[in-house]
């Protein structure tokens, strides 16, 4: 049959559904941090270890869940059900936050984590099942990063109206917002639906090992009750607080079920897994760095970075509702040290007193501003943007770099691709080594370019890694099993991300901030170092299906 260099029409409304529900997570997400650590415009107030600890465990959750959608819409539900069922539940949950009292958010958080569940494993599956037909299968990798661009400028754009209805209106209008993104993602999935449909194809029936009520027995079950022993159960918090203890408990069944799929699968499937589980079981790090972004970096953007704008960009983006604004007015603050950590007493209780805003604290006094102006500050979320502004950017370079490559048969196979990611990754951190060098530990502002610099580099590790994961996890899975692993590579996603928040909970251990980047920095050369000494292994266990 001849093949296609076009994409199948259902890509560009899965496009756009992509997008818009991006908008919504990363909308979310990119002012839940400052949203928790926030203690003068309705925030929760809590101090940053407290903030990164619940930030890390919401986006492992959110990645820990797609195991279950995933399974369920295998068996059961099929996957434009449960990409509906995501939707609407990940929906209401954004709403929900803006809904004050614990209550409500803890809801609206379990609501996103049940939701995305059902979404983001499954409209990924949809997207690899688009490709499975010999007139589009040469596109898949193709579809794969246009795709992951979708996802980018969603996350793009969300921040710029986060920072423009917070800093006007108030949090909640924020979180709204997000809803309503999620739910006009659903309306273009609706309008597309008729080109996605024959996508959905569920899988034939399971052997009686792989039945869903046994893995729901045998290891769901295990999982929460494991969950609930890290956190009830265990005397004093083994890995630094009892939703950590509880975490890394409950990800132990699932983790077992996993390396049971290798051991038990028969030798036709059992390389494509092995190798699969490799790269799952190295690319956590990597996760555990880049999501710091929301935490660790986001507090290095907030009080360590000169955000200061000149009265002409301020005169343009004041009317955009992202500009912050500050003047030599005392008010009550929390008590920072030098290195931004809160006071405490004896009790816990973090310290106010009166004194100018904290972002004074480490500025220069000639850049003070002057009695009744005020210093005009770019919103510290918008920082959130840079990553997705180098995805889009960065996207079609790297692209025809590695199409460069492999006219003149110098191409990296895919796992290669991956340990380069990493090594890359590595060298992002190295670039916040330097800002912690010439800003003297935090004791000056340090520029914005060294920030936006980090988020430049990482992104080309991003663009090496996370794109050729996807792909690999559509190629390589067994078709019985293809939504399964895909839960996987997001289940490597959720460790990760759950690590993320347990560093970044360590930042104000770190009295020179060097160190925290270079914990970081090793942390990726060694995860780099095991996939280039599997890199021969790996190349035999994919064999044809992989370049």
């Known amino acids: ?29 990119g002012i839940f941090f400052l949203y928790m650590t926030d203690t003068q415009k309705g925030g929760l107030s809590l101090d940053k270890k407290e903030a990164s600890d619940i930030f890390g465990t919401f986006i492992a959750l959110v990645f820990l869940t797609p195991f279950i959608g995933g399974l369920l819409a295998d068996r059961i539900l099929g996957y434009v059900n449960s990409i509906y069922i995501g939707g609407v539940l990940m929906g209401l949950g954004y709403m929900g936050l803006a809904i004050p009292g614990d209550t409500a958010l803890y809801v609206s958080l379990l609501l996103i984590i049940i939701g995305n569940g059902f979404f983001k494993p499954n409209i990924s599956t949809l997207l690899g099942n688009l490709y ?17 661009m979708g996802i980018n400028i969603g996350a793009f754009i969300c921040n710029f109206f986060g920072a423009y209805l917070r800093n006007n209106f108030g949090w909640g209008y924020a979180f709204f917002a997000a809803g309503i993104g999620m739910f006009v993602g659903l309306i273009i999935f609706a309008l597309g639906r008729k080109h996605i449909v024959s996508a959905d194809v569920r899988k034939p029936a399971q052997s009686q090992d792989m039945s869903l009520m046994k893995i729901l027995g045998w290891v769901l079950l295990p999982a929460i009750l494991a969950g609930v022993a890290g956190w009830v159960l265990i005397p ?32 036709a499937e059992k390389k494509s897994i092995g190798a699969l589980l490799a790269i799952f079981g190295v690319v956590i790090v990597f996760w555990a760095i880049f999501k710091q972004n929301g935490t660790a970096l986001t507090t290095w953007a907030e009080n360590f970075t000169d955000r200061a704008l000149s009265e002409p960009v301020a005169r343009v983006a ?15 603050y929390p008590v920072f040290d030098a290195q931004f950590r809160t006071s405490k007493d004896s009790l816990g209780n973090t310290l106010k007193a009166m004194g100018p805003h904290p972002y004074l604290k480490n500025l220069n006094p000639n850049e003070y501003p002057v009695q009744g102006q005020s210093l005009k500050l770019i919103s510290t979320e918008l920082f959130q943007s840079v990553n997705p502004f180098f995805v889009v950017l960065l996207t079609p370079l790297v692209v025809g770099f590695f199409g460069f490559l492999r006219r003149h048969k110098r191409e990296p196979s895919t796992p290669a691709k991956i340990g380069w990611g990493l090594v890359i990754t590595a060298l992002s951190t190295l670039v916040m080594v330097g800002a912690v060098a010439v800003c003297n530990n935090g004791l000056d502002k ?30 390589l899975s067994p078709p019985r099993l293809t939504a399964v692993m895909m839960g996987g590579w997001f289940l490597s996603t959720s460790i990760g991300n759950k690590l993320s928040g347990v560093l970044a909970g360590l930042w104000d251990q770190y009295q020179d901030k060097s160190y925290f980047f270079l914990t970081n920095c ?3 050369l060694v995860a780099a170092a095991a996939i280039f000494l599997m890199l021969k292994w790996l190349k035999q266990a994919m064999g044809s299906k992989i370049p």
């Open 132 to 148: 499975n037909t010999p007139v589009y299968s040469s596109q898949k990798d193709s579809g794969y990063n246009i795709f992951y």
């Open 318 to 332: 004041k009317p955009l509702g992202i500009v912050q604004e500050i003047d030599l007015e005392w008010a009550e």
């Open 522 to 524: 090793l942390g990726a």
């Open 1 to 29: 049959m001849k093949t296609s260099s076009r994409h199948p029409k259902g890509l560009q409304f899965l496009f756009f559904t992509e997008m818009w529900e991006r908008f919504g997570y990363y909308l979310m997400l």
């Open 236 to 267: 004093g918090n083994w890995f630094g607080s009892d939703s950590t203890d509880a975490f890394i408990f409950g990800a132990l069944p699932i983790t077992l079920f996993y390396i049971s799929l290798y051991v038990k699968g028969d030798p």
């Open 446 to 475: 340090a520029s914005a370019l060294w920030l936006i610099s980090c988020y430049g580099v990482i992104t080309i590790g991003e663009l090496f890694l996370s794109p050729m994961g996807l792909s690999l996890v559509s190629k």
